[in-house]
Every structure is written in C-alpha cells, then in structure tokens.
C-alpha cells in the first residue's frame, strides 16, 4: 500500500469518525432548548469537528499530492545509451545516481522483446532477460545473456524488426527468473522505470534463417 493509499485510507476513517461525533452530539442535545447563545459544550463541539474536516482535507490533499508525485516520478527515464552488442544481446546503460535511496529494497534487470502489434506487451513470455544488477549509484550496464543457446525472443523471418527495452526495479528476494512476463513486475512489488524502441534489420541480431 503507498502513501497516497494510507493518506485516503486515514481520510476515510478520519470523515467516518466524524459523522459518529456530529450524530452523537446531535442525539445527545435533542429535546434541550435551544440556548441563546453559544455555550462551552457547543463550542467544545464546533471546534472538534472543524478540526477532524481540516485533517480529513489534509489527508486528501497529501494523497492527491503524492498521487502526483508518483507520476511524475514514473516518468523519469533513467535509461542511456542501449542497443545490441553481440548475436541476439543486448544491453542498456542507467544512471542509478538518483536511485541510491533504493539500492537497499531493489535491483535492477534488463528485459527486451519484440514487439508485434497483435500481440499484449505486458502478456507476452517471449523475453530476453540480464541477471540482475545491484544499484550503485554509478552508471551500471545491464545486459542480456551473450549469444544464448535457446533465445526467447519470438522471431520470424522479416527484414527488420521493433525492439521494445525495459529497465526494471525488482526486489531484492526475487530474481529475474521470476519475471515471465511484464505482468509480474507489479504483481512482485516492482517497476519499470525505463523504457526504449529500437528497430534494427535482421542482419544486426546475428541470426539467420535457413531457408
């Protein structure tokens, strides 16, 4: 649960005990005449709830806050330089400075796919995967298995094709293994915090196929 969950959350319970007060208060002074004017017990009362309608707004306002915040810190692309550098390897360089405050909770992989327009990005199993890499605050360069015997990657026979990058923040007790898809990062409490295209022909993956 983020903090914008918990801000709402705290809203909610702060509003709910509100409404018990204004109700209870309200019984409790049916069938009294009505004073002429404010008195210590109706003062205690205005004041008290005042008070939990600032704090309910408070709670609204840091989660909308930090709501805000998030998306603007999910589109912060810390990827560089990427491409391939060896027969169906590839590799992508992130700038980890501004993740430092992560490096005890996170780690990060490399996934790359190819991207076909019938088929669901975040569904999609056929992807080449790095190990996983430690945040140093440094530049780290991630890269895929060299030259693997049994590629993932789902190729047929064209004159070039759309690659699709992704720069992942995992937890620290998972491993890459675990990501089959992009439907598990979020599922396992991660993130993609990168992510690039790049079309490049056949003859640059180092393959061929026979006819």
């Not at 017990?41 to 709501?67: E, F, H, P």
């Not at 992130?94 to 569904?123: F, G, M, Q």
């Not at 030259?147 to 923040?169: G, N, T, W």
Request: a positive charge.
């Amino acid at each position: 649960m983020t903090s914008a969950d918990w801000g709402m959350w705290a809203a909610t319970a702060l509003a709910a005990v509100q409404a018990i007060y204004a109700m209870l208060s309200y019984h409790a002074s049916r069938g009294r005449p009505m004073p002429s004017k404010l008195t210590d017990q109706n003062k205690k009362v205005i004041i008290i709830t005042t008070a939990m309608s600032l704090l309910c707004w408070m709670g609204v306002g840091y989660s909308l806050y930090d709501r805000r915040s998030s998306r603007i810190n999910e589109c912060i692309d810390y990827v560089g330089a990427y491409g391939i550098h060896g027969p169906l390897t590839f590799y992508a360089a992130v700038d980890t400075s501004s993740l430092l405050d992560k490096k005890d909770e996170y780690k990060l992989i490399l996934a790359v796919r190819v991207n076909y327009a019938d088929i669901d990005p975040i569904t999609d199993t056929a992807l080449e995967k790095s190990g996983e890499y430690i945040i140093t605050g440094e530049l780290v360069r991630l890269s895929t298995r060299p030259a693997p015997a049994d590629p993932k990657l789902r190729l047929f026979e064209a004159k070039q094709y759309s690659l699709l990058y992704y720069v992942i923040m995992l937890p620290h007790k998972y491993t890459s293994a675990n990501v089959i898809s992009l439907a598990d990062v979020e599922r396992l409490g991660g993130k993609i915090i990168g992510r690039k295209a790049q079309t490049v022909p056949l003859s640059s993956l180092g393959i061929t196929f026979k006819p």
